[in-house]
């Protein structure tokens, strides 16, 4: 299983992003689709995550601003980012939770929101 992430980059406070996650094979032999960041000396932390049955789940700091969906058909998870802040800063990674078994990391991507 690979889980390509994408969509990373510099942005500007106030500033939108959207973050990519492209899963090789079906999305749905997932249960739970993820987003999770981390900043360096940091533990990583869950921001978003989607059932299979599209039920959602944010971070607080998240709630509001940022939007995780999933295109079955593309077998790729979403996370739409808006409103940016500078915490927002951080390697995102995304995550992919079968119903059985192990879960997968793909490879991050850099989020900076800076001036």
């Known amino acids: 299983v690979q889980l390509q992430a994408s969509g990373g980059g510099l942005v500007q406070p106030g500033g939108s992003l959207r973050l990519s996650c492209a899963t090789s094979?079906?999305?749905?032999?997932?249960?739970?689709m993820a987003w999770y960041r981390q900043v360096p000396e940091k533990q990583r932390e869950l921001v978003a995550h989607?059932?299979?049955?599209?039920?959602?789940v944010y971070v607080d700091s998240a709630e509001g601003r940022f939007t995780i969906s999933r295109d079955n058909a593309k077998n790729t998870v979403y996370l739409q980012m808006n409103s940016l802040k500078p915490d927002d800063t951080a390697v995102y990674y995304c995550?992919?939770?079968?119903?059985?078994?192990?879960?997968?990391w793909g490879q991050g991507t850099l989020v900076t929101v800076s001036s």
């Open positions: 094979g079906s999305i749905l032999r997932f249960n739970v």
């Open positions: 995550n992919a939770r079968p119903y059985y078994g192990q879960e997968y």
């Open positions: 989607i059932s299979s049955s599209g039920r959602t």
